[in-house]
């Protein structure tokens, strides 16, 4: 497998990569799995997710995706009614952030070593 493009993730306002899709969690819960278009080897599942953590709770505040039918997706057509932010209430587990220089590179996964 690739090496995996990461979710973005904000923090007190800055991008960090986050190796982690939360999203991916509410689609095995629930067991639906929107039609994305994977867009290359580099992103399997079709999408990145733009996640901000605000009041130490964790949310989706944008998507980069495309369905098969070529349309873009948004928040508002995956969470009908919740436009710019969505709550990852079904969300529990830890985030990872690489943070400092890269010390090792495996092309597979996020399998990606830092400081």
Avoid at 35 to 46: L, Y
Avoid at 88 to 99: E, M, Q, R
Wanted: proline share 7%.
């Amino acid at each position: 497998m690739t090496a995996q493009v990461g979710e973005t993730l904000l923090i007190d306002g800055e991008k960090h990569e986050m190796f982690n899709e939360p999203l991916s969690f509410l689609f095995a819960m629930t067991g639906r799995v929107p039609a994305f278009v994977p867009n290359s080897t580099a992103c399997w599942r079709g999408y990145v997710g733009t996640w901000e953590i605000r009041n130490e709770r964790l949310y989706l505040i944008g998507i980069e995706a495309s369905f098969m039918g070529g349309e873009p997706a948004s928040l508002e057509t995956i969470f009908p009614g919740f436009p710019n932010r969505m709550f990852a209430h079904w969300y529990s587990g830890t985030l990872p952030v690489p943070l400092g220089e890269l010390l090792e590179y495996e092309h597979i996964g996020y399998a990606r070593m830092h400081e």
